[in-house]
């Protein structure tokens, strides 16, 4: 089973209050960590370049 890693920080989402959904630009899967979550960092889509917090 392969781990995926947050968006963000590149850190694997093994913990809880990680989450993913889809881009609201293009639908491409967004992964972020719990701690970039809390701290509202922000990510960019890789696949259409949308970012947010």
């Known amino acids: ?3 995926s890693n ?3 920080c590149n850190a ?3 913990e809880q209050g ?3 959904f889809g ?3 293009c639908g491409n ?3 972020r960590c719990y701690r970039c979550r809390m701290q509202s960092v922000a990510y960019i ?3 259409c370049g949308f970012w947010g917090p």
Do not use: G, N, V
């Open 1 to 3: 089973m392969a781990i």
């Open 6 to 8: 947050c968006t963000s």
């Open 12 to 14: 694997p989402l093994a």
């Open 18 to 20: 990680a989450t993913e």
């Open 23 to 25: 881009c609201p630009q």
């Open 29 to 31: 899967m967004i992964r």
């Open 45 to 47: 889509c890789p696949k």
